[in-house]
């Protein structure tokens, strides 16, 4: 008799030692099932930029730049909201009145998607002066590329002006995670 009672005096024990346990596992499992906070926007420049030269042939001498110089551009990527990334550009100083569109191929290397958006020059307001550093304004470009780590490579379009040719040096490239 006293063994049935000791047996029934553990099992009520270990009867309330799981339901203490229970009680504050379970409220939190509720509170991790919330959504995670959206991460704020992180911009990253790509680790290697575009170089490239672009001149004019002898056809218009009187406005071409001798020699050409080499240009610079350094794309950069945008993120925030979930799988999609902004891509944007900037052009290093220099005398080169050459603005050329700069082509982005992106790969996800986490889902295997893939895709190619072109940054373009913003159009100039020539009915004001224009200052050095809006000569060469790249327009920002969206891609959904999906969440995951994001490699890309950057070169200059692959047409030239008509009364020019450009030159690639070396292309962009950079790598970053999407959330």
Do not use: H, K
Request: aromatic share 6%.
């Amino acid at each position: 008799m006293r063994r049935a009672a000791l047996r029934r005096s553990f099992v009520a024990l270990a009867a309330v030692s799981v339901a203490m346990l229970a009680i504050p596992l379970c409220s939190s499992a509720t509170a991790t099932a919330n959504t995670p906070p959206i991460p704020a926007a992180t911009t990253t420049a790509f680790q290697v930029p575009v170089r490239f030269v672009a001149g004019c042939l002898l056809l218009t001498v009187l406005a071409c730049d001798y020699p050409p110089p080499l240009s610079t551009v350094t794309p950069s990527a945008t993120t925030g909201a979930a799988g999609v990334v902004t891509f944007g550009a900037e052009r290093s100083a220099t005398n080169s009145t050459y603005c050329i569109a700069v082509v982005v191929n992106w790969r996800n290397l986490t889902t295997g998607a893939a895709g190619t958006t072109t940054l373009q020059r913003v159009p100039l307001d020539r009915s004001r002066p224009i200052a050095p550093e809006d000569w060469c304004r790249y327009a920002p470009a969206t891609a959904v590329t999906g969440g995951g780590t994001i490699a890309v490579v950057a070169d200059v379009g692959a047409a030239p002006r008509v009364d020019g040719y450009q030159i690639l040096v070396n292309p962009g490239l950079g790598t970053f995670p999407v959330p």
